[in-house]
C-alpha cells in the first residue's frame, strides 16, 4: 500500500526515455496528469490520478508504477 505522501504515479527515469522523444504516456493520460518538466522528466502535474493504467500499461520501457489504493483493487 503506498504511504500517503506517495504520488499514485512514479515514474523510474532511468527507465524512461522522454529525453529521446517518447511522449507515450503523456498521451494516452485521460486526466492529463503526467507532464515534462524543464529537464525533460515526466513527473506529475498534479495527483488527479483516475487508476486507469494506460499510462503503465503503454510505456514501452515500463517505466511507469501506478500505486492503487487497497480499497479501489
Excluded at 499514485?8 to 503523456?26: F, L
Excluded at 507532464?35 to 495527483?47: R, S, T
Aim: glycine fraction near 2%.
Amino acid at each position: 500500500m503506498p504511504k500517503v505522501n506517495q504520488p499514485s504515479v512514479t515514474i523510474d527515469h532511468d527507465k524512461c526515455i522522454a529525453a529521446k522523444g517518447c511522449r507515450t504516456c503523456i498521451d494516452v493520460c485521460p486526466t492529463d496528469i503526467l507532464a515534462l518538466d524543464e529537464e525533460g522528466k515526466v513527473h506529475m502535474a498534479y495527483d488527479q490520478c483516475w487508476y486507469c493504467l494506460p499510462c503503465q500499461h503503454d510505456c514501452p520501457t515500463k517505466a511507469i508504477t501506478v500505486a492503487i489504493p487497497y480499497l479501489l483493487r
